[in-house]
Antibody, heavy 118, light 109 residues
Framework: EVQLLESGGGLVQPGGSLRLSCAAS????????MSWVRQAPGKGLEWVST????????YFPGSVKGRFTISRDNSKNTLYLQMNSLTAEDTAVYFC???????????WGQGTLVTVSS | EIVLTQSPATLSLSPGERATLSCRAS???????LAWHQQKPGQAPRLLIY???SRATGIPDRFSGSGSGTDFTLTISRLEPEDFAVYYC??????????FGPGTKVEIK
């Protein structure tokens, strides 16, 4: 069964850091680009980052560029999101996602909640 | 960056009725790389439509997508109780950015 399982969320103080993980199973992880998408409480979906299959290319929107880093370990079938200089605006459920049958996101994890608060 | 606008924000309908959701892009979406996702409370999104009109695996044929360029539509031919949810359009492609629309909530009238 194809599955993505996020972990690493929790409560962090403003200005702090957190690293999220996404464990993939059921498909050849190293063949596919992977992404992070977040959803603030009661709000819509926001694309956060994408990394190519080989890790050669990474992409971020302006809202997180310079603060977030995306990486992957293809030997461990795991995707990471390193988040630094966190603010209350980063409070959200963070989903990992990928496109297996299409470039669209056809596989989603269940999400992990990040709360930035003092 | 392509900005997506969805209308209406909320659609109040009864089971069995037809739902028509609109997604408009600020510039032409390359190669029709437009997707629709469904999200229910407390759940992850689920891909319904990709390539503007292709149904994802396991999606019932009451869901259909159409459109090209800057104007796209998701149609649910007859609403089932499980279809009441929030629907997001998304533009994607071979490289980011991948932007989402603000969503349309389909609620029971």
């Amino acid at each position: 069964e194809v599955q993505l399982l996020e972990s690493g969320g929790g409560l962090v103080q403003p200005g702090g850091s957190l690293r999220l993980s996404c464990a993939a199973s059921g498909f050849t992880f190293s063949n596919y680009a992977m992404s992070w998408v977040r959803q603030a409480p009661g709000k819509g979906l926001e694309w956060v980052s994408t990394i190519s299959a080989s890790s050669g290319n990474t992409y971020f929107p302006g809202s997180v560029k310079g603060r977030f880093t995306i990486s992957r370990d293809n030997s461990k079938n795991t995707l990471y999101l390193q988040m630094n200089s966190l603010t209350a605006e980063d409070t959200a459920v963070y989903f990992c996602a990928c496109g297996l049958g299409t470039y669209a996101f056809d596989i989603w994890g269940q999400g992990t909640l990040v709360t930035v608060s003092s | 960056e392509i900005v997506l606008t969805q209308s209406p924000a909320t659609l109040s309908l009864s089971p069995g009725e037809r739902a028509t959701l609109s997604c408009r892009a600020s510039q032409s979406v390359t190669s029709g790389y437009l997707a629709w996702h469904q999200q229910k409370p407390g759940q992850a999104p689920r891909l319904l439509i990709y390539g503007a009109s292709s149904r994802a695996t396991g999606i019932p044929d009451r869901f259909s997508g159409s459109g090209s360029g800057t104007d796209f539509t998701l149609t649910i031919s007859r609403l089932e109780p499980e279809d009441f949810a929030v629907y997001y359009c998304q533009q994607y492609g071979t490289s980011p950015p991948f932007t989402f629309g603000p969503g349309t909530k389909v609620e029971i009238k």
